[in-house]
């Protein structure tokens, strides 16, 4: 079945380092690719979004781009800072099912002064 | 937009009792959904509906649970009887149809502890 899978966290980065989330995914078809982000006590938001082949993500510095030939969508930002710490979820839009999402495992990561 | 309404935040109850989990979606939104997640299975999609009509519960772990949408503006989650394993975050999402791509916004989630 279609699942998406993730780099395994804690990550923990110094600020203004560059981040590299890898996210691969299996699925059927043509999914549309997200990156959600939760911070503490929050719920999901949105992050970027892509939904065919080579289109790139991008939003607050983070990007992700859509790799069919590696069914990745690797999230990378070039400078983080402290106020990036969440955890980070990539997640799939399977076709023909609606607005099922399916979800990775979460990575959390930790920026520090 | 006052966003995704749960309640309660938080609920602490004991082993066998019942359980009423609440959702107000965004208003104009079609498409609700709930979520569980845990340390140990990340984020499932429990149920979801459209248009007020449930779509999929393949993700509803047994008989115990049950989800209502009797409004375009009010969903339920229930847990009759409660179990510890039920423990969880409890998220409802909604989305206004258009694309594939459209967002989910997620609520705040209900933190459940049953002892």
């Known amino acids: 079945g279609d699942s998406v899978t993730q780099m395994e966290g804690p990550v923990t980065l110094s600020e203004e380092a560059f981040l590299t989330i890898n996210c691969t995914y299996t699925?059927?078809?043509?999914?549309?690719l997200f990156w959600y982000v939760q911070y503490p006590g929050e719920g999901l938001q949105l992050l970027l979004k892509?939904?065919?082949?080579?289109d790139k993500g991008s939003n607050k510095g983070f990007e992700a781009t859509y790799r069919k030939e590696t069914t990745s969508f690797h999230l990378e930002k070039g400078s983080v800072q402290v106020s990036d710490s969440a955890v980070y979820f990539c997640?799939?839009?399977?076709?023909?099912?609606?607005?099922?999402?399916?979800f990775g495992q979460g990575t959390e990561l930790s920026v520090k002064p | 937009d006052a966003g995704v309404i749960q309640s309660p935040r938080h609920e602490v109850t004991e082993m066998g009792q019942e359980v009423t989990l609440r959702c107000k979606p965004i208003?104009?939104?079609?498409?609700l959904f709930w979520y569980r997640q845990t340390m140990m299975r990340g984020l499932e999609l429990l149920i979801y509906?459209?248009?007020?009509?449930?779509?999929?519960d393949s993700g509803m772990p047994e008989d115990r649970f049950s989800a209502k949408m009797p409004n375009a503006s009010f969903s339920t989650l229930k847990i009759q009887p409660s179990e510890p394993r039920d423990s969880a975050v409890y998220f409802c999402?909604?989305?206004?149809?258009?694309?594939?791509?459209?967002?989910?916004?997620f609520g705040p989630g209900t933190r459940l502890t049953v002892l």
């Open positions: 999402a909604s989305r206004k149809d258009g694309t594939r791509t459209d967002t989910q916004y």
């Open positions: 699925a059927t078809g043509y999914p549309s």
């Open positions: 892509a939904t065919k082949a080579d």
């Open positions: 997640a799939l839009n399977p076709p023909n099912q609606g607005g099922k999402l399916i």
């Open positions: 208003s104009g939104h079609n498409s």
């Open positions: 509906f459209n248009n007020n009509v449930p779509i999929d």
